[in-house]
T-cell receptor
Framework: EAEVAQSPRYKITEKSQAVAFWCDPI?????LYWYRQILGQGPELLVQ????????DSQLPKDRFSAERLKGVDSTLKIQPAELGDSAMYLC??????????????FGPGTRLLVL | DAKTTQPTSMDCAEGRAANLPCNHS???????VYWYRQIHSQGPQYIIH???NNETNEMASLIITEDRKSSTLILPHATLRDTAVYYC????????????FGQGTTLQVKP
């Protein structure tokens, strides 16, 4: 069964450093999502792509976070500089984007970030 | 998107049915009810979704009340591997819209 791939699985960094996460969605999935999950809470959407275009980044802290999906396939989420409050699980999800059909989002295993 | 209310935690005996309730009293006519679960340290996993009819798949059954203000997720024969946080999500009709997760219900299946 096809899965969403994410790397790294774990990342420890010091505050003020740059950090990047990578996501490879299920092949053929046009829609890609990045969520952040703080310990004890549910995931919260950071950014949504439709192919290579951003369709929702209203909750992305744009002063330090950036996301790209240059060829409409895999995606990178970057934080620069990292702050202590960025410690969380970063989840990537994808869905096929078929017209008029309710979409299921498939999640990857996540990247757990610890900022020291 | 409509808000949902779920109990914080529930216990269930292994082999018995687990019934997880969810209130969504402000749901609109075009909003779907989704259920996901998240096993410790893993990404959320889709379980089932529905609009107004009851739904069943290989994992669970979803019972939606006639007024659509509440629903119940049923795991017919819970196993220890079903221990997880279960999220009830009401999603607006856009088929690619974001999921807004609440706190969820922590289900503990006990031997």
């Amino acid at each position: 069964e096809a899965e969403v791939a994410q790397s790294p699985r774990y990342k420890i960094t010091e505050k003020s450093q740059a950090v990047a996460f990578w996501c490879d969605p299920i092949s053929g999935h046009a829609t890609l999502y990045w969520y952040r999950q703080i310990l004890g809470q549910g995931p919260e959407l950071l950014v949504q792509f439709q192919d290579e275009s951003v369709v929702d980044d209203s909750q992305l802290p744009k002063d330090r976070f950036s996301a790209e999906r240059l060829k409409g396939v895999d995606s990178t989420l970057k934080i620069q500089p990292a702050e202590l409050g960025d410690s969380a699980m970063y989840l990537c999800a994808s869905s096929p984007h078929r017209r008029n059909i309710q979409e299921t989002q498939y999640f990857g295993p996540g990247t757990r970030l610890l900022v020291l | 998107d409509a808000k949902t209310t779920q109990p914080t935690s529930m216990d269930c005996a292994e082999g018995r049915a687990a019934n997880l309730p969810c209130n969504h009293s402000t749901i609109s006519g075009n909003e779907y009810v989704y259920w996901y679960r998240q096993i410790h340290s893993q990404g959320p996993q889709y379980i089932i979704h529905g609009l107004k009819n009851n739904e069943t798949n290989e994992m669970a059954s979803l019972i939606i009340t006639e007024d659509r203000k509440s629903s119940t997720l049923i795991l017919p024969h819970a196993t220890l591997r079903d221990t997880a946080v279960y999220y009830c999500i009401v999603r607006v009709g856009s088929n690619t819209g974001k999921l807004i997760f609440g706190q969820g219900t922590t289900l503990q299946v006990k031997p």
